[in-house]
């Protein structure tokens, strides 16, 4: 597709689980970020990936949560042993790797730990 | 500790209203970009300012990059329901090598 595809759209877990949320990128953006997005609430930054340089990670809340990216394409957020604090809206971003470019956002995943 | 703070925090006007809404940091940035955001979607992009003291018009909205490129702000002229969402300024400090910050947020309810 043309857009930024984040999936599963939606996903209700048990505390303690392990989650995984996808994100594709729109092709030929070198630039992919993560961030969380409570209800209301602004976007928290997590974590960024710029073509095959180390990933920036220093959003991410706790050991917990990791990310992967396989070169300049398809990424996965893990969230490990997940908390009730947990449950936000994650939202995937990507953008050509240039500064001041536009970011352009997926629709993002919905988590709900119970 | 946020590095961009946006207020206010809420904003509920009638139609017609003019608005301001600021972002204000303590970091200089290279640019300094706004988007809007509506329920159950990913934000969009509405401006970038680059240059300090950059003034922007987009229709009825008004952006403005600070002098010191430490703030931004958007006016809204004669406000309409259209215009309700969350406004999110967003912006690269420098010396993060293009980490792309957002602000804490703006929710803005317009009614008739």
């Known amino acids: 597709g043309a857009g930024v595809s984040q999936s599963p759209s939606n996903k209700v877990t048990e505390k303690g689980k392990d989650v995984e949320l996808r994100c594709d990128p729109i092709s030929g953006h070198t630039a992919l970020y993560w961030y969380r997005q409570r209800l209301g609430q602004g976007l928290e930054f997590l974590i960024y990936f710029q073509g095959n340089s180390a990933p920036d990670k220093s959003g991410l809340p706790s050991d917990r949560f990791s990310a992967e990216r396989t070169g300049e394409s398809v990424s996965t957020l893990t969230i490990q042993r997940t908390q009730q604090e947990d449950s936000a809206v994650y939202l995937c971003a990507s953008r050509l790797g240039r500064m001041n470019t536009e970011a352009f956002f997926g629709q993002g995943t919905r988590l709900t730990v119970v | 500790t946020q590095l961009l703070e946006q207020s206010p925090q809420f904003l509920s006007i009638q139609e017609g209203e003019n608005l301001t809404v600021y972002c204000n940091s303590s970091?200089?940035?290279?640019?300094l970009q706004w988007y809007r955001q509506e329920p159950g979607e990913g934000p969009v992009l509405l401006v970038t300012?680059?240059?300090?003291?950059e003034v922007k018009k987009l229709k009825r909205l008004t952006f403005q990059f600070g002098d010191a490129r430490k703030d931004s702000s958007l006016h809204i002229t004669a406000a309409q329901p259209g215009d309700t969402g969350l406004y999110l300024c967003a912006g690269e400090a420098i010396g993060t090598a293009s980490k792309l910050t957002f602000g804490t947020g703006t929710r803005l309810q317009v009614t008739l």
């Open positions: 300012v680059v240059t300090g003291g």
């Open positions: 970091s200089v940035f290279s640019s």
